[in-house]
T-cell receptor
Framework: GAVVSQHPSWVICKSGTSVKIECRSL??????MFWYRQFPKQSLMLMAT?????????EQGVEKDKFLINHASLTLSTLTVTSAHPEDSSFYIC???????????FGPGTRLTVT | DAKTTQPNSMESNEEEPVHLPCNHS???????IHWYRQLPSQGPEYVIH???SNVNNRMASLAIAEDRKSSTLILHRATLRDAAVYYC???????????????FGKGTLLTVNP
């Protein structure tokens, strides 16, 4: 199946700083990517839908000014957590939709810890 | 989105078959049934999907009830590497691109005993 990568796989940052997470589709072009967040022992929660060349669509309750999403190319979407706080510590997972196979492929996730 | 209901947890022994049930009584005629699984500290992995007929692939089989109100994911011989959370998700047939949002429920935590 298609491969989606994320970088970094884990990051520790200090409260108040910003962190950028990259999501790449390695062997296919993805006009649409998705960002999820998962807290311990909970299911994945969709944060936003990222469309190449246009603004992201955020789910209800997700602050768009705090979680900045950029989808500048057909293979790369980035999520920037601005002014991170300890409550933003979570497992962030991206996925990319392959319009040829009509399937959605997930990245391995990024563990963010804010101290 | 049509909802699915799965048991919170199930247990199996290694080398034995596992049947993971999913109820989706409000499924519409155009909804596909998808199964993903998530190993600890990893992103979800696609397992299988189907519409009306039973499906088989190298990972598992999907048995869909005739009325489509329920389905069962079958792992023919469970291994320790199959221990994961299994999610049953419905996707509208005509959705694509930004409409292809997947709504994850709580899933079933499968424990495989050696």
């Amino acid at each position: 199946g298609a491969v989606v990568s994320q970088h970094p796989s884990w990051v520790i940052c200090k409260s108040g700083t910003s962190v950028k997470i990259e999501c790449r589709s390695l062997d296919f072009q993805a006009t649409t990517m998705f960002w999820y967040r998962q807290f311990p022992k909970q299911s994945l929660m969709l944060m936003a839908t990222s469309n190449e060349g246009s603004k992201a669509t955020y789910e209800q309750g997700v602050e768009k000014d705090k979680f900045l999403i950029n989808h500048a190319s057909l293979t790369l979407s980035t999520l920037t957590v601005t002014s991170a706080h300890p409550e933003d510590s979570s497992f962030y997972i991206c996925s990319a939709w392959d319009h040829y196979s009509y399937e959605q492929y997930f990245g391995p996730g990024t563990r963010l810890t804010v101290t | 989105d049509a909802k699915t209901t799965q048991p919170n947890s199930m247990e199996s022994n290694e080398e034995e078959p596992v049947h993971l049930p999913c109820n989706h009584s409000t499924i519409s005629g155009t909804d596909y049934i998808h199964w993903y699984r998530q190993l600890p500290s990893q992103g979800p992995e696609y397992v299988i999907h189907g519409l009306t007929s039973n499906v088989n692939n190298r990972m598992a089989s999907l048995a869909i009830a005739e009325d489509r109100k329920s389905s069962t994911l079958i792992l023919h011989r469970a291994t320790l590497r199959d221990a994961a959370v299994y999610y049953c998700i419905l996707r509208a047939q005509n959705s694509g691109g930004s409409n292809y949002k997947l709504t994850f429920g709580k899933g079933t935590l499968l424990t495989v005993n050696p």
